[in-house]
T-cell receptor, first 114, second 111 residues
Framework: DSGVTQTPKHLITATGQRVTLRCSPR?????VYWYQQSLDQGLQFLIQ???????AKGNILERFSAQQFPDLHSELNLSSLELGDSALYFC?????????????FGPGTRLLVL | QQQVKQSPQSLIVQKGGISIINCAYE??????FPWYQQFPGKGPALLIA?????SEKKEGRFTISFNKSAKQFSLHIMDSQPGDSATYFC??????????FGKGTSLLVTP
């Protein structure tokens, strides 16, 4: 158990809908990362937050947004969902968000868009 | 654009054999190279990591070999066990940036 929790574990929704994925980092970790894992693209970095502020952006679509709250939990919002958004979404956390730090991954949220 | 290329996509090894997974990168600014292990239904977990100032790092049965001039690094699993059956991801990052993952290698160790 990595200490990172994600809810929900599974999510089934329809195209055009909006969903929110939630992540609680390990105790003491200030940085949260979001990744998307699909069969064809592998693990793709979406966005990173450090202590409530956005630190880095990866291949995140404009339809997607995220935030990190004062209690350090983070939410990833996916809107106007398309079939291609079906994937596993992982949250990871690290202590300070610096390069070379171990990132601890949560169990993921499996999203299915029908 | 895949910044880290990983091969093979899948690998079958007999118990007791050596599993070898290779990765290559182009960006010379990368300075941190971890390997992650992922079991079905779980998130990836750090297995072992290396920085480019050393050519090899060993932790138990797992060894990373790093060739800076060739911009390649590999994971060797000695005495492979059925419990090692998982998907392995190599990754690379440069200072201040997030991890760039390879596409993964599905390893099956047969009894």
């Amino acid at each position: 158990d990595s200490g990172v929790t994600q809810t929900p574990k599974h999510l089934i929704t329809a195209t055009g809908q909006r969903v929110t994925l939630r992540c609680s980092p390990r105790s003491g970790d200030l940085s949260v990362y979001w990744y998307q894992q699909s069969l064809d693209q592998g693990l793709q970095f979406l966005i990173q937050y450090y202590n409530g502020e956005e630190r880095a952006k990866g291949n995140i679509l404009e339809r997607f947004s995220a935030q990190q709250f004062p209690d350090l939990h983070s939410e990833l919002n996916l809107s106007s969902l398309e079939l291609g958004d079906s994937a596993l979404y992982f949250c990871a956390s690290s202590v300070g968000g610096l390069a070379g730090e171990t990132q601890y991954f949560g169990p993921g949220t499996r999203l299915l868009v029908l | 654009q895949q910044q880290v290329k990983q091969s093979p996509q899948s690998l079958i090894v007999q118990k007791g054999g050596i599993s070898i997974i290779n990765c290559a990168y182009e960006n010379t600014a990368f300075d941190y190279f971890p390997w992650y292990q992922q079991f079905p239904g779980k998130g990836p977990a750090l297995l072992i990591a290396i920085r480019p100032d050393v050519s090899e790092k060993k932790e138990g049965r797992f060894t990373i070999s790093f060739n800076k001039s060739a911009k390649q690094f590999s994971l060797h699993i000695m005495d492979s066990q059925p419990g090692d059956s998982a998907t392995y991801f190599c990754a690379a990052s440069k200072p201040g940036y997030a991890l760039n993952f390879g596409k993964g290698t599905s390893l099956l160790v047969t009894p």
